[in-house]
């Protein structure tokens, strides 16, 4: 059995691709579990770039076929801000909220906004697929729920009442914007467009 690396360090990011890559049939395993440490500039000007560019880094050093992805949030009040910014906008989650609460004040509800994604699988030969997901909402000025992470206690997900942090996982990972990424992704492959990828979805 092949075993691919889910390379992040944000230990929700980690949770939902584990539960959503676990129908590939393949083994999982993280950073952590390999002890590989390495840095890698998050400074393109675009979400697959960034995503494909931690794939491969990451394939290269561990010899792995290699899952990174690149998040950000779409305010259309702050013109798209804080996009692929988003993780950078302030320190942990809790004041990265807060800060984006205090640049929204003063401007109008509602607070439309999407979240994006792109998922890249990375080969260790630098061979990359990227599959790409949105998820539309708005944004809100009171936390709600206990699940999920980042922004999603602020973030009411379109078509529903509920935040992103009010959804169960299994539920998240049927509409969000990292779940589609990773479909996108999935049918790519099953097209054959990384043809020497050991990775087969079922």
């Given at each position: 059995m092949p075993t691919l690396l889910i390379a992040t360090t944000n230990?929700?990011?980690?949770?939902?691709?584990?539960?959503?890559l676990g129908n590939l049939g393949v083994e999982l395993t993280d950073l952590m579990r390999l002890r590989l440490d390495l840095a890698v500039a998050e400074d393109d000007p675009d979400y697959d770039s960034i995503a494909r560019k931690k794939a491969m880094r990451y394939a290269s050093a561990s010899g792995l076929w290699t899952v990174a992805d690149?998040?950000?949030?779409?305010?259309?009040?702050?013109?798209?801000?804080?996009?692929?910014r988003t993780a950078r906008l302030s320190g942990d989650?809790?004041?990265?909220?807060s800060k984006l609460l205090a640049l929204l004040t003063g401007h109008?509800?509602?607070?439309?906004?999407?979240?994006r994604c792109s998922v890249a699988l990375a080969s260790p030969a630098g061979e990359a697929l990227v599959g790409r997901g949105v998820c539309e909402g708005e944004m809100?000025?009171?936390?709600?729920?206990?699940?999920?992470?980042?922004y999603d206690p602020i973030f009411l997900v379109a078509g529903t009442s509920r935040t992103m942090?009010?959804?169960?996982?299994?539920?998240?990972?049927?509409?969000s914007h990292r779940a589609r990424a990773v479909r996108e992704l999935q049918a790519r492959l099953e097209r054959g467009e990384l043809p020497n990828s050991p990775i087969c979805p079922r």
């Open positions: 230990l929700g990011k980690l949770r939902e691709l584990t539960a959503l690149d998040t950000g949030l779409e305010v259309d009040a702050l013109d798209g801000a804080p996009g692929v989650d809790r004041s990265r909220r109008p509800r509602p607070w439309t906004a999407r979240f809100i000025p009171v936390e709600r729920g206990r699940q999920g992470f980042g942090a009010e959804l169960p996982m299994g539920e998240k990972n049927q509409i």
